[in-house]
Nanobody, 124 residues
Framework: QVQLVESGGGLVQAGGSLRLSCAAS????????MGWFRQPPGKEREFVGA????????YYQDAVKGRFTISRDNAKATVYLQMNSLKPEDTAVYYC?????????????????WGQGTQVTVSS
């Protein structure tokens, strides 16, 4: 079992930056590829990106490539989402999640563990 708790969300102006953290409890954190998803208001949850178990590989959706960076620290059982050059369309609730599938897996159904989410609001 892995419990996940996100933090770091908030209100930021367009062009600004935020770093989200996702702290995991449980001894098996390093067994999972970790992903970030987001759910904009009135829309379905969508894949943002993921990082492999050893942090050797990352994968992003096209809309965030070059702006967002996912990293992890297995010693701290934490995964991060660094978001730069934020746009109003990045406004969403952001979730971290763990999966045993490949980091290219985009379906929420393939993720086993989820955090409660943290709100990110980007003003224009």
């Amino acid at each position: 079992q892995v419990q996940l708790v996100e933090s770091g969300g908030g209100l930021v102006q367009a062009g600004g930056s935020l770093r989200l953290s996702c702290a995991a409890s449980g001894r098996t954190f390093s067994n999972y590829n970790m992903g970030w998803f987001r759910q904009p208001p009135g829309k379905e949850r969508e894949f943002v990106g993921a990082v492999s178990r050893t942090a050797s590989m990352t994968y992003y959706q096209d809309a965030v490539k070059g702006r967002f960076t996912i990293s992890r620290d297995n010693a701290k059982a934490t995964v991060y989402l660094q978001m730069n050059s934020l746009k109003p369309e990045d406004t969403a609730v952001y979730y971290c999640a763990g999966t045993r599938f490949a980091i290219t897996t985009k379906s929420p159904d393939d993720y086993d563990y989820w955090g409660q989410g943290t709100q990110v609001t980007v003003s224009s």
